[in-house]
């Protein structure tokens, strides 16, 4: 497994968390074949291993199970351990269109303005999610923010994505002064690592994403929001809402760091009649 991740993150530089996760589906996989040599097992041992999970697993969960495995034969193959690749006979589930769970402003407001304003603990949540619905930041993206990558005069913030692809996203005023409260009360860093993290926890390390989600569900019980919901909820009502309020999709494309335009069409489907009414109102023969 060690080569195989170094390869992952070295090579094909993929993001910590995708390592991790690739790593724990191929290790899912090669406890299931039992001793079975990864050389020598068949489109049948991954037929058997999916179908094994099936019930546990959803479509969507077993397509990425798939797409670990594809990726830990090919490397066997770059390495001379395999000749061909057993999961290239395996098709993978229909995933459907999937719909993203999206709040609406009201409920944003609610969950964001609820926060009290008192405790250190609040301020930062706050301003966590002004930050995340203000900027579409992804939850890893948010707890690696940088203060130095926040310029309060041009109102921009340069965000470290995936891949360690960096783009500028703009900060709208509530977010930057949110912020601004948050630093004035930010704990001393428990290291020099943490000395320029926007944000800590309460003993001045890193804050974990597992704190973040944890913290979003509970803002968003205490505001009275039934929805299941996550950071990344967020994330896709920030687009959403931009989407509905006439912003270009490729403007939308870029402040989420999104490679392919299509990835962002997700966010089409919320209000087509927004869509219909500009398109009715500029055609030629309308």
């Given amino acids: 497994m060690d080569p195989y991740t170094y390869f992952l993150s070295i090579e094909r530089r993929?993001?910590?968390?995708?390592?991790?996760?690739?790593?724990?589906?191929?290790?899912?996989?090669?406890?299931?074949?039992?001793?079975?040599?990864?050389?020598?097992?068949?489109?049948?041992?991954?037929?058997?291993?999916?179908?094994?999970?099936?019930?546990?697993?959803?479509?969507?969960?077993?397509?990425?199970?798939?797409?670990a495995l594809k990726s830990y034969f090919d490397f066997l193959i770059l390495e001379g351990e395999r000749k061909d690749n057993p999961c290239d006979g395996v098709d993978a589930p229909k995933l459907g269109r999937y719909l993203p769970e999206v709040l609406s402003v009201e409920e944003v407001s609610a969950i964001i303005d609820g926060v009290p304003q008192e405790k250190p603990g609040d301020i930062r949540d706050r301003a966590i999610l002004e930050v995340l619905y203000g900027c579409g930041l992804r939850v890893?993206?948010?707890?690696?923010?940088?203060?130095?990558?926040?310029?309060?005069?041009?109102?921009?913030?340069?965000?470290?994505?995936?891949?360690?692809?960096?783009?500028?996203?703009?900060?709208?005023?509530?977010?930057?002064?949110?912020?601004?409260?948050?630093?004035?009360?930010?704990?001393?860093?428990?290291?020099?690592?943490?000395?320029?993290?926007?944000?800590?926890?309460?003993?001045?390390?890193?804050?974990?994403?597992?704190?973040?989600?944890?913290?979003?569900?509970?803002?968003?019980?205490?505001?009275?929001?039934?929805?299941?919901?996550?950071?990344?909820?967020?994330?896709?009502?920030?687009?959403?809402?931009?989407?509905e309020n006439g912003a270009d999709l490729r403007v939308v494309q870029e402040m989420l760091g999104h490679e392919s335009i299509l990835t962002t069409e997700i966010y089409t489907h919320i209000d087509s009649r927004t869509w219909q009414k500009a398109v009715l109102e500029h055609h030629p023969r309308r």
Avoid at 26 to 53: E, I
Avoid at 151 to 156: I, K, N, R, V
């Fill in 14 to 67: 993929l993001s910590p968390n995708t390592v991790a996760s690739y790593g724990a589906e191929v290790a899912a996989f090669l406890n299931f074949l039992d001793g079975k040599p990864a050389v020598q097992c068949s489109a049948a041992d991954v037929t058997g291993y999916l179908s094994a999970r099936s019930e546990t697993l959803s479509k969507r969960s077993q397509a990425h199970c798939l797409s």
């Fill in 140 to 243: 890893s993206e948010a707890c690696g923010l940088l203060i130095s990558h926040v310029d309060f005069e041009a109102s921009f913030v340069r965000v470290v994505g995936k891949g360690d692809k960096e783009r500028l996203v703009p900060i709208g005023v509530p977010a930057l002064d949110a912020l601004r409260l948050w630093l004035a009360v930010r704990p001393e860093p428990a290291g020099p690592e943490f000395s320029d993290l926007c944000f800590l926890n309460l003993r001045g390390r890193r804050l974990s994403r597992v704190s973040v989600f944890n913290m979003v569900k509970h803002r968003a019980m205490l505001a009275g929001v039934r929805k299941e919901i996550s950071p990344h909820t967020f994330r896709h009502s920030f687009a959403t809402h931009l989407v």
